[in-house]
């Protein structure tokens, strides 16, 4: 049961590299072209997160969610609508 809960934690902890370093590539280009990054996120907040951090000068707003299946860099003006790209 102790090498099940080592390799969960594991197993978590490198998605969650994984992930930062992916939305890291979205927020560091949009910086790049001067785009607008409002919130960047490790896992999703559907209603409230664990973690909220925004400097004074700043724009973004960075934090840590509470349901680990991922995570996002929101982009002024991007639609959150997926579905919007598969029904034509």
Known sequence: METFLIKALQLIL????????????????????????EKFYLFFDPWFSLFKYKPKNSDTEYGVGW??????????????????????
């Open 67 to 88: 349901l680990p299946l991922g995570g996002y860099c929101k982009i002024s003006g991007s639609t959150s609508c997926w579905l919007c790209l598969f029904i034509p």
């Open 14 to 37: 490198s998605l969650s590299i994984l992930v930062i370093v992916h939305e890291f590539g979205h927020f560091i280009f949009a910086r790049i072209f001067k785009v607008r990054v």
